[in-house]
């Protein structure tokens, strides 16, 4: 289990990584659904955890480089303007599952398998606790065909215009946006805070510390340095709405281009969920709050619900393709009625 401190004084994020008795393969069952969380991921390290040993640590962490550097408002702006033409091909949404199977998400250190068995497995995983909301289940389907930006039929976008954690672009990049510089220490209890000791409420042998240093490759960004887009608000202002504002760009927000100019019947929550269910610093760190509207404040809830499906259900559960396949056919069929849509 992995227990995340905010330790605001000292500026740095602390993780307490408790060993259990049953460290791997166990599972930690997440409080308001029957969901089981499964500790590690496909490569048995713990979700989310860049700094693991890991191979890919390195080309993680130069991925978020170029994707901090590159990622500007223009950059933004002509990327939308190119792909919202939608004028690639057309094509079914299953079509699209079937051609996402040849891409690999680099950036993400938690899967190591073909796109279709994550969409799937956080699809169903969705639908076994959420029966009566087909259209999550859906969305848990299709959240990721914008990776097909990847593939050499659209263009084949290098992975940090692809996929990795999205930021709004157009007004000052909050610190809680990842990819930090992270180096570990182990550390002794009476070594914490004592507020953070009380807090952890429970005798454990030894604590993993993680501190994050601001890489600061965002200081290499040009909108870094514009005073139109640098401030707190930039380009926007209080309570705007997240729908006026710009992310970067990847296959959050060109998959919510898709779906929006083919018309789905997808309820509003959908549509935030696609575009919004790689930012993290908003759903982990509740940052750029002072730009959400009502609606946005709502559809946050059924995206924080989202989330911790398509985060832990990226471990070794294999699903049978064939078996759900007529299932989410008939999803598709309901809220895309066109047989091809356009890309
Ligand atoms: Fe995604
Ligand atoms: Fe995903």
Not at 18 to 47: C, I, R, W, Y
Request: with cysteine; aromatic share 12%.
């Amino acid at each position: 289990m992995t227990i995340s401190y905010e330790m605001p004084a000292l500026g740095y994020e602390v993780e307490k990584k408790m060993q259990t008795q049953n460290e791997k393969g166990s599972v930690a069952n997440l409080s308001g659904s029957g969901f089981l969380m499964p500790d590690t991921n496909s490569f048995g390290h713990n979700f989310r955890d860049y700094d693991a040993e890991s191979a890919r640590r390195e080309g993680v962490e130069n991925f978020y480089r170029a994707n901090h550097i590159n990622q500007t408002y223009d950059f933004v702006n002509k990327m939308r303007e190119a792909y919202g033409k939608l004028n690639r091909m057309e094509m079914s949404i299953w079509e699209c599952c079937e051609l996402l199977n040849d891409v690999v998400d680099e950036s993400d250190p938690d899967l190591d398998e073909p796109q279709i068995e994550h969409l799937l497995q956080t699809a169903e995983a969705i639908r076994k606790d959420y029966p009566d909301q087909d259209w999550l289940h859906l969305i848990g389907l299709i959240h990721d065909l914008g990776k097909v930006l990847l593939h050499p039929t659209f263009g084949g976008l290098p992975q940090w215009a692809v996929v990795g954690d999205t930021f709004p672009v157009g007004c000052a990049f909050d610190e809680s946006i990842v990819h930090h510089k992270v180096v570990y220490a182990n550390v002794k209890m009476h070594q914490l805070p004592t507020k953070v000791s009380l807090l952890i409420g429970c005798p454990v042998k030894y604590v993993t510390v993680f501190i994050s240093m601001d890489a600061q490759y965002f200081k290499e960004n040009l909108d870094d340095s514009n005073p139109l887009y640098n401030t707190k608000y930039g380009a926007y202002s209080e309570g705007c709405g997240l729908n006026n504002v710009m992310m970067s760009w990847g296959h959050d927000d060109y998959m919510y281009l898709v779906a929006k100019e083919n018309n789905a019947n997808l309820p509003s929550a959908a549509l935030f969920i696609i575009r919004y269910h790689s930012f993290y610093s908003l759903h982990r760190s509740g940052a750029y709050r002072h730009l959400m509207n009502d609606e946005d404040v709502e559809n946050l809830k059924w995206l924080r619900i989202f989330n911790k499906y398509d985060l832990y259900s990226k471990s070794k559960v294999r699903i049978d393709i064939e078996i759900v396949k007529p299932y989410y056919l008939s999803l598709i069929d309901k809220y895309f009625p066109a047989k091809k849509i356009k890309w």
